[in-house]
T-cell receptor, first 112, second 114 residues
Framework: GAGVSQSPRYKVTKRGQDVALRCDPI?????LYWYRQALGQGPEFLTY????????KSGLPNDRFSAERPEGSISTLTIQRTEQRDSAMYRC??????????FGPGTRLTVT | GENVEQHPSTLSVQEGDSAVIKCTYS??????FPWYKQELGKGPQLIID?????GEKKDQRIAVTLNKTAKHFSLHITETQPEDSAVYFC?????????????FGKGTHLIIQP
């Protein structure tokens, strides 16, 4: 079946603009996770949802970052007033149960 | 919070030889330990995982061992092939008791020499 999909795959934005990154999880997967991956590093946890409920947002760097999953399926990660340090690969993963997270291809965000 | 250390950062082996990558973790409450393979330009791919009630798990040429007392776990790849070349990440989670964010190591770049 279809895996996790993310859009857009690439996003270039100017400093100060807001961006919205979308994740479409594997059908039927209860949990959805957002990570950020810098070049040459492992993914860094940002936040996750069980169904539509945001369970843990301890990894969000600051209050410019927010996420939602209003109907328990597609999720959006929003970054307000983007800064150059926000440039990274943003990855989404989903899982049916508490383990076995499957990752999407990511969105490469570049803030100029 | 959890901290995962991974070694080595780069590993070069001859095709057909074995490769071993090691990780340590800090949170004794962690109970789930997956390994991911990441090829250039792609997302991490889950290749094997182990839970804390098991000491070893094997899947064809890949095996993972876990020592909960010492808080370390290892990935073993036997009979390495060129397609095994990639970056491998270990991770840990589970101290929350349910679905949980993963804490990743910094990765090992595995190079298979022909």
């Amino acid at each position: 079946g279809a895996g996790v999909s993310q859009s857009p795959r690439y996003k270039v934005t100017k400093r100060g603009q807001d961006v919205a990154l979308r994740c479409d999880p594997i059908s039927g997967h209860v949990s959805l996770y957002w990570y950020r991956q810098a070049l040459g590093q492992g993914p860094e946890f940002l936040t996750y949802f069980n169904y539509e409920a945001q369970q843990d947002k301890s990894g969000l760097p600051n209050d410019r970052f927010s996420a939602e999953r209003p109907e328990g399926s597609i999720s959006t990660l929003t970054i307000q007033r983007t800064e150059q340090r926000d440039s990274a690969m943003y990855r989404c993963a989903s899982s049916f149960g508490p383990d076995e997270q499957y990752f999407g291809p990511g969105t490469r965000l570049t803030v100029t | 919070g959890e901290n995962v250390e991974q070694h080595p950062s780069t590993l070069s082996v001859q095709e057909g030889d074995s490769a071993v990558i090691k990780c340590t973790y800090s949170d004794s409450a962690s109970n789930y330990f997956p390994w991911y393979k990441q090829e250039l330009g792609k997302g991490p791919q889950l290749i094997i995982d182990i839970r804390s009630n098991v000491g070893e798990k094997k899947d064809q040429r890949i095996a993972v061992t876990l020592n909960k007392t010492a808080k370390h776990f290892s990935l073993h790849i036997t009979e390495t092939q060129p397609e095994d070349s990639a970056v491998y990440f270990c991770a840990a989670s589970g101290s929350g008791g349910g679905a949980d964010g993963l804490t990743f190591g910094k990765g090992t770049h595995l190079i298979i020499q022909p």
